[in-house]
């Protein structure tokens, strides 16, 4: 513990406190900042980036690294950030690269919803590569979610499971009872416009 040499110096607001010592904590305050927060504290000699979890690390070295980007020079001072959403998610369909990952992260997205037809019926080559993506994006303290949309799925539904697709015919006997038709077995056969009922008599169509 004692005072901090020239650099970044960045942890978790515990982790520095153990550290830096009192003395060294001084510039970062008396609390911590709250879940993915961060406070960056520019001095003469260093920068430290305490954050309130690693996921605050991660956003106060990004800004950071943008600021050293743009202006090539960091100006003294204490930066302070903190999400008042505690979810912020972004929902895309099918695979992502590496840099669309970063983008995401920089923009402070901490949950994804990933769409694919495949999740309905994984095999190896393409779990491999969702265990991929959901490694990579777990890297960035961003969640993984997987998500099969019940109304798109269809196809891929039909293409691994065909035995979905197979129709069902019913024969059901009716009765005339005043001026509508009734069901004798049942009373839940629906009529659709499209396909309405047909009636026999006697071994004709009417």
């Known amino acids: 513990a004692g005072a901090p040499g020239p650099g970044v110096i960045a942890g978790t607001w515990p982790e520095l406190k153990q550290f830096l010592g009192a003395d060294g904590m001084r510039s970062l305050g008396k609390t911590s900042p709250p879940s993915e927060g961060y406070r960056i504290v520019v001095g003469k000699d260093n920068i430290l980036v305490a954050g309130g979890d690693a996921a605050g690390i991660l956003y106060g070295l990004s800004t950071l690294n943008q600021l050293v980007s743009e202006n090539q020079q960091v100006p003294w001072g204490t930066i302070e950030d903190y999400p008042d959403v505690a979810m ?3 929902r895309v369909k099918g695979l992502v690269n590496e840099e669309q990952l970063d983008i995401l992260a920089r923009l ?3 949950t994804v919803f990933f769409e694919s037809h495949e999740f309905i019926a994984l095999d190896e080559e393409a779990l491999s590569k969702w265990q991929r993506v959901f490694r990579a994006t777990k890297r960035r ?3 993984p979610v997987p998500v099969i ?7 891929g539904l039909v293409t691994h499971f ?3 697709a197979q129709a069902r015919e019913k024969i059901e006997t009716f009765r005339l009872a005043d001026d509508s038709w009734q069901p004798l077995a049942e009373n839940r056969v629906i009529e ?4 309405p009922v047909r009636v026999f008599y006697n071994g004709q169509h009417c």
Not at 192 to 195: A, C, N, S, T
């Open 88 to 90: 912020r998610a972004v």
């Open 108 to 110: 402070r997205c901490n």
């Open 141 to 143: 303290r961003m969640n």
């Open 149 to 155: 949309d019940p109304f798109g799925a269809g196809n």
């Open 162 to 164: 065909p035995a979905a």
């Open 192 to 195: 659709p416009p499209r396909w």
